[in-house]
């Protein structure tokens, strides 16, 4: 189809009609098109394993909270009202529960947030 007279204007424009014609086809297809970026299974997965560990971390985090800070009411009550070891134990318990429930709490709710009210 080339000839001497602008023949070759000609197969660019073919040429570029070609590739936007294939551009369209492969997106309805769902591939990429040129040039796009698709996030392949290993990013993905490599989200998912962040959010778990973000979860993992905040979850040890609560319980051991809960235990330091209910051990440590106990102990200074306990120094205070001269009863050894019995409110160190009750309170460490109790901190013990206490995270527990908020372990319960963090993980019942969706990664996404809290839910919406209204």
């Known amino acids: 189809m080339a000839n001497n007279d602008g023949g070759d204007v000609g197969d660019r424009d073919l040429r570029a009609r070609m590739d936007a014609l294939s551009a369209r086809i492969e997106a309805q297809r769902g591939k990429p ?11 993905g997965s490599a989200r998912g394993w962040q959010k778990a560990m973000s979860l993992g971390f905040r979850v040890v985090s609560e319980l051991v909270a809960g235990i330091i800070v209910g051990g440590g009411i106990g102990y200074l009550l306990d120094k205070w009202l001269g009863t050894k070891p019995f409110l160190l134990i009750l309170f460490g318990l109790l901190g013990t529960a206490g995270g527990f429930w908020n372990i319960i ?14």
């Open 33 to 43: 098109a040129a040039g796009e970026h698709v996030p392949t299974e290993t990013e």
């Open 105 to 118: 709490r963090s993980t019942s709710m969706p990664l996404s947030g809290p839910p919406r009210q209204g």
